[in-house]
T-cell receptor, first 115, second 117 residues
Framework: AQTVTQSQPEMSVQEAETVTLSCTYDTSESDYYLFWYKQPPSRQMILVIRQEAYKQQNATENRFSVNFQKAAKSFSLKISDSQLGDAAMYFCAYRSVLGDDKIIFGKGTRLHILP | DAGVIQSPRHEVTEMGQEVTLRCKPISGHNSLFWYRQTMMRGLELLIYFNNNVPIDDSGMPEDRFSAKMPNASFSTLKIQPSEPRDSAVYFC???????????????FGDGTRLSIL
């Protein structure tokens, strides 16, 4: 069974600085999808970025980018120029290409932005 | 385009009462998921439906919990009788699988905050 591990329960970063959130996963599959979701205090679950495992190029969405290391089964999220609105819980998630539609979520990392 | 719609947004009720949470998925989405989120246990998948059929209910905590999806545009999660330990935020999410590939993310509703006194 697949698992997703986020080893940092909480992190803090100074406003305008860069922060990296770690995520590792375990799978025997060769093709899959990875996601980062953001949950601000409003509790909405918002998709931040997605990565297809067959793509070598790291996904980027404005200030958000990932470092996808397939061999190491690592999928970290980098937030550049951190803003106060980035304060949230961040969840890393895994989804198989085939099979059922379940997404496996990590336990989350709570990110604090220091003004 | 409307997102996933959940109701009510907040529910406060006394122990022993029946609670019904409702969800309307995004039109055209054929998979629907119910999650429970607590500080202690994080985000837990309770049950998921594909084409209105329950596929995996292994996360449903006990017989007091039941879920239905009578049609493609509506699902309910029912707790009867409710207990204080059921207090949590309950999320509904939906997704689609265009062309058979699952690169589409799940889209979440705003959640229902349930408090059982």
């Amino acid at each position: 069974a697949q698992t997703v591990t986020q080893s940092q329960p909480e992190m803090s970063v100074q406003e305008a600085e860069t922060v990296t959130l770690s995520c590792t996963y375990d799978t025997s599959e060769s093709d899959y999808y990875l996601f980062w979701y953001k949950q601000p205090p409003s509790r909405q679950m918002i998709l931040v970025i997605r990565q297809e495992a067959y793509k070598q190029q790291n996904a980027t969405e404005n200030r958000f980018s990932v470092n996808f290391q397939k061999a190491a089964k690592s999928f970290s999220l980098k937030i550049s120029d951190s803003q106060l609105g980035d304060a949230a819980m961040y969840f890393c998630a895994y989804r198989s290409v085939l099979g059922d539609d379940k997404i496996i979520f990590g336990k989350g990392t709570r990110l604090h932005i220091l003004p | 385009d409307a997102g996933v719609i959940q109701s009510p947004r907040h529910e406060v009720t006394e122990m022993g009462q029946e609670v019904t949470l409702r969800c309307k998925p995004i039109s055209g989405h054929n998979s629907l998921f119910w999650y429970r989120q607590t500080m202690m246990r994080g985000l837990e998948l309770l049950i998921y439906f594909n084409n209105n059929v329950p596929i995996d209910d292994s996360g449903m905590p006990e017989d007091r919990f039941s879920a239905k999806m009578p049609n493609a545009s509506f699902s309910t999660l029912k707790i009867q009788p409710s207990e204080p330990r059921d207090s949590a935020v309950y999320f509904c999410a939906s997704s689609s699988r265009p062309g058979g590939y699952s690169n589409q993310p799940q889209h979440f509703g705003d959640g229902t905050r349930l408090s059982i006194l």
